[in-house]
């Protein structure tokens, strides 16, 4: 159970099951409003490279916040000696 609750809080998680649902919208929803299956394959393959840039982005801010905040103990940790 607490591994199902760590997945959902994981905001990178949040973030990929927003775009399969995009995903899924689009198949249910393109043949509705007549879009062509070339069209929904295009409209997916958009939806997944926007979220995969914006996961990997997250993950990079997040390696250089951390980068920093070793910078800043050793930088202390210097300063202390």
């Not at 899924?24 to 997944?48: C, D, E, H, Y």
């Amino acid at each position: 159970m607490n591994a199902i609750v760590n997945f959902i809080k994981n905001p990178s998680s949040i973030m990929a099951i927003a775009g399969l649902l995009l995903i899924i919208l689009v198949l249910v929803l393109g043949p509705i409003f007549g879009i062509s299956f070339v069209v929904q394959i295009a409209i997916m393959i958009f939806i997944f490279m926007v979220v995969t840039i914006l996961i990997l982005y997250k993950k990079m801010k997040d390696a250089q916040k951390a980068n920093q905040i070793e910078e800043s103990i050793g930088s202390q940790a210097d300063d202390q000696m």
